[in-house]
Nanobody, 116 residues
């Protein structure tokens, strides 16, 4: 079945950087718009960033604009989230998601913890 597997999460100090990845398998990756979401304890899951299937357009939540970038490598079937100037409020489980024609797939998430 379709798999989205996140990796690269961990513990980082405030102001630091981290890049997380999401590798896809068993789907035509280049057909999918890809997104990163996050969910902090006690909070709803929120959309962080989206990249179109070709990679020519991206969107970001206001809370991460200017600090995070999203990119993809369709040959490697992988989407990335580069996170700079991290803040304690960025602490959450980060999930990648792929959507195509009304079908959405989710990864299992990777924990990102930012210490103050």
């Amino acid at each position: 079945q379709v798999q989205l597997v996140e990796s690269g999460g961990g513990l980082v100090q405030s102001g630091g950087s981290l890049r997380i990845s999401c590798a896809a398998s068993r789907l035509t990756f280049s057909n999918y718009d890809m997104s990163w979401y996050r969910q902090a304890p006690g909070k709803e899951r929120e959309l962080v960033a989206t990249i179109t299937r070709s990679g020519d357009s991206t969107n970001f939540a206001d809370s991460v604009k200017g600090r995070f970038t999203i990119s993809r490598d369709n040959a490697k079937k992988t989407v990335y989230l580069q996170m700079n100037s991290l803040k304690p409020e960025d602490t959450a489980v980060y999930y990648c998601s792929g959507r195509f024609v009304g079908v959405t797939y989710w990864g299992q998430g990777t924990q990102v913890t930012v210490s103050s």
